[in-house]
């Protein structure tokens, strides 16, 4: 199985400040197909996950472009230009490329 | 737009088993993959496994091979999970989520829907 290692594991903020937070796969996500299948999510509290990026860097439909995603291979990174309250709650990176589908443990955001 | 609605919560005793629905609504459901995935209270996310219901092929993973069985009623829109042999570290909220698609579709994308959760407790 492909294991997700994000880090850190939680991040107190201050409003308007940056934030990062990485993820690193224990095998390459790079298809053949040229596509590299890493997708973020943030999970508020008592609510269902919820898309962010898909294929490393691409903001989903609604994404506030504070949000980015970047890396390749087996290293990736989600950034927060500037943290906002609505951003709390904690981000999952996943892989697709292999099954079974594995998440990072997960890094929970709150606000200073 | 699509939705993903779960059945209710569930009580169900250790040894036993627990079936929860995932029904879409207001669109297309033939041409997704449907996954589950789970989490335990105060942990991360679990997929389970996944099914294409149009044509009933499923993938599981290997911590839930022979204790999990999804299946989908095209006609109804709706997938299932099943897991059976309960034991209290089942105890969790179950997801499911539209997966892949197989056509292409304009803004759509893996994991964009997910349902609202379907809290399964397991106690004595």
Redesign the interface.
Known sequence: ?IVMTQTPLSLSVTPGQPASISCKSSQSLMHSDGKTYL?W?L?KPGQ????LI?EVSNR??GVPDRFSGGGSGTDFTLKISRVEAEDVG?Y?C?Q?IH????????TKVEMK | QVQLVQSGAEVKKPGSSVKVSCKASGGSFSNFTISWVRQAPGQGLEWMGRIIPMLGVTNYAQKFQGRVTITADDSMSTAYMELSSLRSEDAAMYFCARDLSLVIMPGVRPFDIWGQGTKVAVSA
Do not use: A, E, K
């Not at chain 1, 269902?48 to 898309?51: D, G, N, T």
């Open positions: 199985d997708y999510f999970q269902s996950p919820r898309l898909y989903f439909s904690v999952y996943m697709t099954l079974p589908l594995t998440f990072g443990g997960g």
